[in-house]
């Protein structure tokens, strides 16, 4: 029941996730589409792998070997995990309207990347407290939601994706998902509940992330709105305007007919048609209704 559990949680994570991504277009949704699928992946490879090879395996195969295989199973999944909380920090970056640099990303790796080298060390050797490392690991670095959190609440003023507040109550998401999870991993001995516990806070809790974004925000169209909103020159540059053809679009949006801008303008009615038919094709419109729709809703307004 509880990996069905997972199971729909992981998905309704990921599903919502595409969506946030195919509906406005940003960085930020696509990188929290990559942590949805990292994250999951560690999970149901990392976590309910030892599961399996303790509940089905226990009966075949001795205690000692099949604690080599649940640590071998932590170690495999781990990279999954690293890039998971990459792209997690890449999200926030892009949430809070800031540049991920491309230095913290190498070291960030390079970090991960000896760390794992070092675990698969003391794994591989005979010392009895070996099966406590990956939980310090994951424990350790888990600081990425530290981070994440930190350049959420520490976010520009311009260029965010999500408001000052909402950006708090997503804070407080990735702390509560870090505090349980670390107080739980570090509870576990072989107790069942708190086991359940770790892993429902581990799905239920990386699944509210684009639940919140979903459901829980309410000026992410706003913001994104107003942030793709262009200046005229902007606009005209955008689509290949000439000076000529923008007379002729401010016009059409004052609701001046082919014959009066061509009165107005001082040119041939021929010559209106021919410019307006071009900037059909530069746009993408089939008709003035959806011209001056795209104009209205792309263009600032000038005073």
């Given amino acids: 029941m509880i990996f069905l559990v997972s199971v729909a949680m992981a998905a309704g994570g990921i599903i919502l996730s595409s969506r946030l991504r195919n509906r406005y277009h940003e960085e930020a949704f696509s990188f929290l589409l990559y942590f949805q699928v990292f994250i999951f992946a560690f999970g149901f490879y990392g976590i309910w792998g030892q599961v399996v090879i303790s509940s089905y395996l226990s009966a075949y195969i001795k205690s000692e070997l099949i604690m080599r295989f649940t640590e071998i199973s932590k170690l495999i999944g781990l990279p999954f995990l690293v890039f998971a909380w990459l792209m997690l920090i890449r999200m926030c970056c892009g949430l809070a309207g800031k540049e991920c640099r491309r230095w913290f990303v190498l070291v960030f790796l390079a970090l991960n990347l000896g760390a794992i080298i070092v675990l698969g060390y003391f794994i591989s050797g005979e010392d009895s407290d070996r099966t406590l490392l990956p939980e310090l690991y994951y424990a350790g670095f888990n600081f990425a939601y530290i981070v994440a959190c930190m350049v959420i609440l520490f976010k520009r003023k311009t260029g965010a994706v999500i408001s000052r507040r909402e950006g708090r109550i997503l804070a407080v998401i990735l702390l509560s998902v870090l505090l349980i999870q670390s107080v739980t991993l570090f509870l576990y001995e072989n107790y069942l509940f708190i086991g359940i516990i770790f892993i429902i806070a581990f799905f239920a809790g990386n699944a509210a992330v684009p639940l919140y974004l979903t459901y829980g925000t309410t000026r992410i169209d706003k913001i994104i709105h107003d942030k793709n909103i262009l200046s005229i020159e902007e606009f005209c ?21 082919n014959k009066e801008i061509s009165d107005k303008l001082f040119i041939s009615l021929q010559t209106v048609k021919d410019h307006t038919h071009r900037i059909y094709i530069k746009t993408n419109v089939r008709s003035r209704v959806q ?12 005073a």
């Fill in 291 to 302: 011209l001056i729709n795209l104009v209205m809703g792309g263009v600032k307004r000038e």
């Fill in 237 to 257: 540059t955008k689509y290949d305007i000439s000076p000529r053809e923008s007379e002729i679009i401010q016009e059409i949006c004052n609701g001046l007919s």
